[in-house]
């Protein structure tokens, strides 16, 4: 079965780095909560994967379709529980590019959720929504 690895390291008494093929993202918690503000916060960094994910393999449908789009852009947002651990309950990507058919478009979006192994793998933990946003 293939794997996925990435090294988190830390770098100072809050803040750490991941590494993967060459590649980092600093991550700290806000001054508010008692770190240095050096970079995201890990759920933070959940979303934007998920973010990026989503991103990459829409962008990968349209070229794959020879379909242009452009100014692609999607807000991931993470609803917080009111009670219990601190977690994600709900998460919902809105949509929006330009250079194509709605209906192109809203196809576009559907690859990219089936392909998307961020998406796969938490739309099973947490209700996960996508829409398409003019």
Excluded: W, Y
């Excluded at 750490?16 to 060459?22: I, P, T």
């Excluded at 998920?50 to 993470?78: D, K, Q």
């Excluded at 919902?92 to 990219?112: P, Q, W």
């Amino acid at each position: 079965m293939p794997a996925v690895s990435v090294t988190v390291s830390q770098i100072s008494a809050t803040t750490s780095r991941a590494s993967v093929r060459g590649h980092s993202l600093v991550m700290d918690r806000p001054e508010a909560k008692g770190g240095n503000n050096q970079g995201m916060m890990g759920g933070e960094a959940l979303l934007s994967g998920l973010g990026g994910c989503f991103t990459s393999n829409l962008l990968a449908a349209a070229v794959a379709r020879n379909i242009p789009i452009s100014n692609v852009e999607i807000v991931v947002t993470g609803q917080l529980a009111d009670e219990g651990p601190s977690r994600f309950v709900a998460i919902n990507l809105a949509v929006s590019g330009h250079g194509c058919s709605a209906d192109e478009f809203s196809k576009l979006v559907t690859i990219a959720e089936r392909g998307c192994i961020v998406a796969n793998t938490l739309g099973s933990s947490v209700e996960l929504s996508v829409r398409v946003v003019p």
